[in-house]
């Protein structure tokens, strides 16, 4: 089985700039969620997807937004680009297969897309 | 709210000897435990999780990790270390009574260094 994919795996975009970025689950995982990772502040939770609904986010402003699609793909968008925004952006899928997340089954991530704002 | 805390940034470890990576946590309710680890230009691996029951949890790649309630700690072992184990190790938390969310909560993660 295919593991999560995150594309592209690099971006060099400048501030002021927006950005998109696209993960696609484990075929079958409904539940998809996006983290931040930064050398500073660690892993940092933006937001979460389960059946094309946001179930809930982080403390990110409202220029990072996401979607998901009915094929439970999804995307994240970055607006206006500062050079904070800089980080590697991970996406992790998880299996619920039912009307609900299951909220103790492991998350599996993808290899991310680093991004850099100059 | 929930926190983690590895009190470590890096550990070294002779290869043949156990390792641990310590991990303690704060949260309201009984807690989901995890143990994830990272390789370089990787995204984050799972390998152990921590529910409901023995205290002891086996994980991937030969990992285990002890759940201690009263000590609010959920430390990850391994009895023999590899070179291959070197990595980052993040431990994360999950409040088991916040149905609402799956967000974990990861601590600021643990260099393992194993030397030959």
């Known amino acids: 089985k295919a593991g999560v994919t995150q594309t592209p795996r690099y971006l060099i975009k400048t501030r002021g700039q927006q950005v998109t970025l696209s993960c696609s689950p484990i075929?079958?995982?409904?539940?998809v969620s996006w983290y931040q990772q930064t050398p500073g502040q660690g892993l940092q939770f933006l937001f979460e997807y389960f059946s094309e609904t946001q179930r809930n986010k982080g403390n990110f402003p409202g220029r990072f937004s996401g979607r998901q699609f009915s094929n439970s793909r999804s995307e994240m968008n970055v607006s206006t680009l500062e050079l904070g925004d800089s980080a590697l952006y991970l996406c992790?899928?998880?299996?619920?297969?039912?009307?609900?997340?299951?909220?103790?089954?492991?998350?599996?991530f993808g290899n991310g897309t680093r991004l850099t704002v100059t | 709210a929930q926190s983690v805390a590895q009190p470590e940034d890096q550990v070294n470890v002779a290869e043949g000897n156990p390792l641990t990576v310590k991990c303690t946590y704060s949260?309201?309710?009984?807690?989901?435990l995890f143990w994830y680890v990272q390789y370089p230009n990787r995204g984050l691996q799972f390998l152990l999780k921590y529910i409901t029951g023995d205290n002891l949890v086996k994980g991937s790649y030969g990992f285990e990790a002890e759940f201690n309630k009263s000590q609010t700690s959920f430390h990850l072992k391994k009895p023999t270390a590899l070179v291959s184990d070197s990595a980052l190790y993040f431990c994360a938390v999950k409040n088991s009574m916040d149905t609402g969310r799956r967000a974990l909560t990861f601590g600021s993660g643990t260099r393992l260094q194993v030397q030959p």
């Open positions: 075929s079958g995982h409904r539940s």
């Open positions: 949260v309201s309710g009984n807690p989901y």
């Open positions: 992790a899928s998880s299996y619920g297969p039912g009307l609900q997340p299951i909220y103790n089954s492991p998350l599996h």
